[in-house]
């Protein structure tokens, strides 16, 4: 891995791993407390139609996948804000037309697009200086954000009830929890692509939960884990000339399966 480290696009790589590992355990925490795994899921795959739609039109497939997960995670708030029963229903229909819509844009679209697959699976060895620096300034902003709303976030994470008699603006935090998880979606969409990018935003903070006793515990290890699945599989695919995307989540299942193997021990 060392000898790796001479070459420009490495370091990028590993500079990006740990930003984004950051930002996936911080949102990732408040994806998994608030029970919002699913609909994270959604959101990425309904980004789709953003990819294919930038394609057709000829600008930033980045840019169009950004406009829908927003859009796409604002209509799933509305629909569910009230009665997060509706939310599968929802989040199938949002799910399945944004994918329907980026293959149908694509096939529209003159010649092949030969990076699209870096949108689905990743292509974090391709990673910009211009893409780390919008990923840390994103992270800093998304981190001071929590850090001024977290007892409000607390009370609404564990019991949105007492949220509501305490005067907490549920509403707006709810919305904003969705936008921030958008966007984060899609800066990570960059490193393991739409398909894979749900398993990096859930596997950390996950393993986290078992074993931390607080919200802003469960955010640092989530965290630290995400880094680690993320240079570990970084490693691996360096080693076997394999995909990055594919690794990292291949490292993170192999972590979930640990983490729970040890609880299971534990208890026994």
Known sequence: MWAALQFEFMRNA???????????????????VNRLVFMTGGVAHSAYGGVGLGIYLGFSPFVGATIFSILNSIIMGI???????RADTVIG?????????????????????????????GSIIG????????????????IFWISFFYKEILAISYDEEFAYIMGVPVTFLYFSILILTAISVIIAMRMVGLILVIALMSIPPYIAEVFTYSLSQMMVLSSLLSIFFTISGLWLSYKFNVSSGACIILVSGLGFLISYLLRVFVRK
């Open 14 to 32: 590993i500079l990006a791993g740990i930003i984004i590992g950051i930002l996936c355990g911080i949102v990732g925490t408040l994806v998994v």
């Open 79 to 85: 629909f569910t804000i009230k009665d997060r029963r």
């Open 93 to 121: 229909v949002l799910w399945a037309i944004g994918m329907a819509l980026g293959i149908i844009f694509v096939d529209l679209s003159h010649g092949y697009a030969s990076d699209l697959m870096s949108y689905l699976f």
């Open 127 to 142: 990673v910009s200086k211009k893409e780390i620096y919008l990923s840390a300034i994103f992270t800093l902003f998304t």
